[in-house]
Structures are given as structure tokens and as C-alpha cells.
């Protein structure tokens, strides 16, 4: 080894150009892969952190029949509810029972969600997305998640409603006043089957949420109970699409009137015809028992796993409880609960890898090309080993160590120089002054950090694009026949 | 017994369809300790048979025995082994490992072999027998210098010493003078004749130059691929 050694070494150091290139190419795969890695990593941990611990909870639970799995998309499509209803989480009883029995679970909040107008006697333009929920279980779940800044959070089987600053900001622009805590605001709403329902509901306070993503700038809490009556939660999930025919003919005229024009006419309009669809479904009584409400009725319930247990096993051990009882409910990482700001994150570690990947084929490529050159300038001296009783493997081996040694020294100084600049950048910290990105990597300043992890996978990395750029110069160094040393030029 | 035995050996290129016979029936017997000089024309088929010899090409028809044993029968890695263990070559253009020093080059076929297992008794024993040969061919002034530093000359008294270092019975040298001046040239077969008397190392060499064939023991001229003459001087 030691005369392999000293020959790798000295062909790195009499065709200088060739190593540097070599070397150059993986040293800057090298900060590519550490700094990009710890960058993404850092933001998707941080995305993680924050949507867990403040929206999204570790795992979502939701009706298997349940389409989208996102807090926010289900809001949203609620907007679409009469065309296919948003089930409820079946035997919801029996699933608060199992977690509540669990040891690796830290808490849980079952919600309700559905999306609306808010107005104020008749004036009012915000487009809301509420988070109907159980006040103790919320307030349990997520206790550090809001900036109260008036008023209280919801009392236990307290009607009522949080309203975020936009919503209040916007309510008050039309209203030209403050509005005070106690007054009734409106919630204009449609139900699962497409019904219009118009809901009076208190302010009980008005908050921020501590971490802003884009989504949840729409966001309003309220009690469950006031989305079980906006959505049409009824006792049974099937009670609520008990309408008759004759219900149904205005509901679809509504609807016509309702989607299909501009924002502005859009508000317009649903007020118009929520007054008049009051007027037209006439019978009371059937609205009461439509409004009449199921306490069990929940669209989701995140739940938190305690530190250090994995969730991993938590799935698994829901998904038996569930296919046990013959429960019809799914269960999700947080990820699909978290909605399309958190994906976009993970998407975008996605798109870097592949970049990754492109970027490695083509190192490799060229590498590969310099080392054939290389092969081919040594074509006498390979031969000559050859002649004086090298073998093939002698051969591979000493071409192998050479690639080995630029692509170990090129390593090592990406590593160093990457390192210093993530370690560097995390503790000065990189200011972010894009608002999109702001809410990508979830603050001003952002800390990127070192993990092992990523430098031994860039190692990984590295080694393999040495192996792969190294292994077709070597079959060509391998193959050069020994009489190639007899030969003249 | 014969230390190389040639028995009616053809060889054929391919040259694209047609095919070109550069060595057309040869039988002849190399005995151990021969200082044996095989001479021809350019294109009579001297380079096909050292190549041969070597284990390095194989004949298209009759069979080629080097030291017992039938190249035409080995793998690769037997005919590299049979190449390391009993035979040494000195080629035309010197072939020096550019990175190595004299020393290191001349050491280099050592380190080929399982040396780098070998104990510091063996290592102390094949440093001293590489200062002898670098003694041998008057070379150490010039040690520690690369083949870049030396001269034709010097770099095949390099080329010689490395062949020798492995203590081959049979040393190959295709043209060993055609890159030097005829006094070099001379000076070179001169010492691997001095070689030759002292260590009783068979010598096989190929070469145009009548003075260089006057120096040999054992001549045998070829022409377009047989031979025409096998002479044993002093036989
Ligand atoms: N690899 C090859 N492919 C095709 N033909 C070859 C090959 N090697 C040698 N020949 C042909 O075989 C014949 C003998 O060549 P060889 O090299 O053995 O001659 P030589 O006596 O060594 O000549 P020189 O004195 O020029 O070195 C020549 O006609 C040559 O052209
Ligand atoms: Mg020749």
C-alpha cells in the first residue's frame, strides 16, 4: 500500500490542473450538500416545530372516507360542501376513550372546521376560516400558540368566538368603530348539503397567533358548537343531508348565484341570499332539528405525542385500534394535517434533492471524463506495471486511491469550509426580510444548524461519485494490456 | 534443459480483414544462461516472439514454453505472476515510472510481490541488494534523481538494474539500443554481458545493429517470420 500511496499522491501533485479540477468540483459538491442540507433541514425541523406545537399537532385523525387531510383545506372545502359533505370522525366517544387511555399521548383536540362571512349588522367583507374547537382540549393542547389581546379564550360550553386582528380589523373598517367584547357578530355560512345558515355568535376576545403561516392569517377560533350549527354537524353524520327534494332545487339555485362571480359580488350576493333562502326554507322546525347538534361531532382530532415516543408507533397503534373496533377513521402525520405552506417546505427539500441528484451526475460526468484522460495519458505506464508483474488488481487500486485521495481531501474541506459558514451563519443567524419566506422558515431571523447526520451523508455522497465517476477509468486502466509497454512511440 | 522452448510457432495479426503472418513456423531452445541476440530486419517478427517469450501475447499455432510451462494454458493473473517471478524486461523507450526515483523505480517490482508483508530482515537484505545493483550499473551519483533527470543512457542502466532486481532467470529486451548512440548502445550490452558472467542470468534481446549482435553468444536471425540462421558461438 505504502508504494500506491506514494504514487497517488505524486501523480496528484505532477498533474496539479487535473487534481484541482477534480478536486475543486467535489469540494463545491461538498458545501453544496452540507450548507443546502443543514439549510433545508434546519427550516424543515423549525416548520415541524412550529406547526406542531402551535396548529397542526404530531397526527391527524380524521373519517377514512375523508378526502383531504389539511386543517385548512378542510375549512376550505367546506366552501365545496354540498357537492361531497366532509364526514365526520366516526365513534368519536370510543376514540377520545382509547387516547385518553394512552400512555404516549400528551393530549389531543378534536375540531370542527368550516369557513364563512363575517358581518356586523349587515356590514362586513371578511372571508373567515374557523377552527371550531374544545376550549379545554385546545387551550391543553396548544397552550402557548396566541397572544390574547382582549378579552378571554372560550369557557367550556361557552358560544362565542376569538376573533384574530385582521377579522377584527376588517369588521371594524366597515362598522367605522371599535368593536367591543360581548357584541354579536355573523357568521354567514353554508351547510354540508348546501343550505345557507346565518349565525349570531359573541366576541369573546381578540388575538394574534404567536407563529403566522400565510393560512392561518384567515383563521378565527370559535366553539365547536357554533360550526357544528353553521355546517349542519347533526346527531348521526347522515342527518344533516336529510333534505328533500324540494330543499334541494333552491339550494342548487343559491349555489348558481353564489360562486360564480367576483369576491365583491360574491359577499353581496350571499347576504341577499341567505336572506332569502330564510324566507324560502320557511319551516322552522326542521332548522331546529337540522341545528340541533351532536356533541360527538368532530371533522378532526389532532393529538400530540409525548416527547421522545415515536410517532411512527403511535400511527401504528391507532390504525390497529381503529381496524380493531372496525372504527372508519384514518390517522396522518401532522405533515398532511399541516396544509400547503408546511408541504411547500417539504417540497421544496424535495426539488433540492433532485437539484442534488442533477448536480452529482454531472460532477460525476465530468470527473469521469478527466480521469478517462488521465487513463489514457498513462497508457505506457499502466502497461509497464502491467509487464513487471503488476496485476489487473494492482491496477485498480492505484487509480481507485488516487480518486480516493482528491476526493477524501476535497471532502474534508468542504466540510471544513461549509461547517464554519453554517456554524457561523447559526449563530449570528440570517435575517429574513421576504414575507414568503418569513413564514416558510417560521421567524426573522433564521438559524440554520449542523447535524451530523448531513455531513456523513454528504461523505455518503461524495464517496459515491467517486466510486461511480472512478469505476468506468478504472475498467479502462484494468483493461490495457501488458504488451502496450513493448510498444514505441 | 531449455529455459524457453519454441516449437513451430506461427503468429497472425488480423489487420482489419486480412490477415498478416509475422511469425510463420519457429522452433528453437533458449538455454539457461544464454546471453542470446535475436536479429532481422524490421517487420521479420523479432518484437511477435519476445512478445511471446514474455508472456504478454499468445501464438496462434504451435505452443511456447517458459520455464516448464505452456503460456498458452495460464490466466492472466498466472501469466503476471510467471511475468514477475522469472522474468525481467528492459524496453526500448526505458519505461521508468515518471513519479519514481531511481531507487524507488529500481525497488518498484519488489513492492509488485507480497514485499510490503515481508519482515524488516528481507527489507534490510533487498535495500542492500538494490544499492548493489545501482552500484552495478555506476548509478550512485544519481539515486534520488527521476528519469526526467537522467540521461537514455542512464535511464536504461536503471531499466537494467530494475529488471535484475526480482532475480529473474530470464531477462527480455526488445531494441534496449535503438533509442541511444551506438557508444551508449554498446555500453549497455557490455554490462548486461558483465550481468550475464556474474549472475547467470539468461539474457534475450532483439536488436538491427550488427555490432550489438557481435557482442551475443547465440544469435538467431530472423526474416519475414522464420528463421534463417541459429548460431551457438564457441559451440
Ligand atoms: N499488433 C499488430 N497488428 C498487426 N500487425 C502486426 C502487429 N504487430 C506486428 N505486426 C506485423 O507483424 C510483422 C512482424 O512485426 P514485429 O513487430 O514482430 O517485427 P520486428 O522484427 O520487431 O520489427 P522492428 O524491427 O521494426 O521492430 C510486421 O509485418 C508487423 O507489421
Ligand atoms: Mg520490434
Sequence with gaps: MPVLLKIAFRNLLQHKAKSLIIGLILMVGMIILVLGNSLVKTATEGIKTTYTDNFSGDLIITASANR???????????????????????????????????????????????????SKDGLGRAITLLFGVDPTRYAAMF?????????????????????????????????????????????????????????DVTVR????????????????????????????????ADAGVALTEEDTKYIEFDIDSLFGSTAEAEEIEIQESAADYDNLLGDLSQREQLSKTDSGAYHYVLVDVKEGSSEAAAIRELERFFSDNGIEARVAPWLE??????????????????????????????????????????IPEIGTIRALGGTKSFIMRMIGLETLVIALTAGALGVIISAAAVLISGSVGIPITNEYLKALTGGAIFYPALHLDTILAAFGMIAGIGILSAAYPVAIAVAIPPVTAMRNE | MAIVTLDNVKKNYMLGTTQVPAVRGVSFEIEKGDFISIAGPSGSGKS????????????????????????????????????????????????????????????????????????????????????????????????????????????????????????????????????????TGEEVIELMKKINHEMDTTFIFSTHDATVVGIADHVIRLKDGLITENIRKGA
Excluded at chain 2, 508483508?117 to 548493489?132: D, G, L, R
Design chain 1, 68 to 118: 383531504s387531510l389539511s386543517l385548512f383545506s378542510i375549512s376550505q372545502e367546506a366552501m365545496n360542501g354540498f357537492a361531497e359533505p366532509i364526514p365526520n370522525v366516526p365513534d368519536f366517544q370510543k376514540i377520545e376513550e382509547y387516547l385518553l387511555g394512552q400512555e404516549n399521548m400528551a393530549g389531543f383536540s378534536p375540531q370542527a372546521a368550516t369557513y364563512g362571512l363575517l
Design chain 1, 143 to 199: 397552550p402557548d400558540n396566541l397572544n390574547l389581546l382582549d378579552g378571554a379564550f372560550l369557557q367550556p360550553g361557552e358560544e362565542g368566538i376569538l376573533l384574530n386582528e385582521r377579522g377584527r380589523a376588517s369588521l371594524e373598517k366597515n362598522l367605522g368603530r371599535p368593536l367591543a367584547l360581548g357584541e354579536q357578530v355573523q357568521i354567514t355560512s353554508t351547510t354540508s348539503t348546501g343550505a345557507i345558515k346565518v349565525r
Design chain 1, 205 to 236: 376576545g381578540f388575538f394574534a397567533f404567536k407563529e403566522v403561516t400565510g393560512e392561518l392569517n384567515a383563521v378565527n377560533i370559535v366553539d365547536v358548537d357554533t360550526v357544528r350549527g353553521l355546517y349542519g354537524m347533526t346527531v348521526g
Design chain 1, 337 to 378: 394535517g399541516a396544509g400547503a405552506n408546511a408541504k411547500m417546505v417539504y417540497n421544496i427539500k424535495t426539488i433540492f434533492e433532485i437539484v442534488i441528484l442533477a448536480i452529482a451526475i454531472v460532477a460525476a460526468i465530468i470527473i469521469m471524463n478527466t480521469l478517462v484522460i488521465s487513463v489514457s495519458e498513462r
Design chain 2, 48 to 183: 511477435t516472439i519476445l512478445n511471446m517469450i514474455g508472456c504478454m501475447d499468445t501464438p496462434s499455432e504451435g505452443t511456447v514454453i517458459v520455464n516448464g510451462k505452456d503460456i498458452s494454458q495460464l490466466n492472466d493473473y498466472q501469466t503476471t505472476m510467471l511475468r514477475h517471478e522469472t522474468i525481467g524486461f528492459i524496453f526500448q523507450s526505458f519505461n521508468l515510472i515518471p513519479v519514481l526515483n531511481v531507487y524507488e523505480n529500481i525497488e518498484f517490482p519488489l513492492l509488485l510481490g507480497k514485499a510490503g508483508t515481508k519482515s524488516s530482515e528481507i527489507k534490510k537484505q533487498n535495500k542492500e541488494w538494490i544499492e548493489y545493483l545501482i552500484a552495478e550499473v555506476g548509478l550512485e551519483r544519481w539515486i534520488h534523481h527521476k528519469s526526467n533527470e537522467l540521461s537514455g543512457g542512464q535511464r536504461q542502466r536503471v531499466a537494467i538494474a530494475r529488471a535484475l532486481v526480482t532475480k529473474p532467470t530470464i531477462v527480455l529486451a526488445d531494441e534496449p539500443t535503438a533509442n541511444l548512440d551506438s557508444k
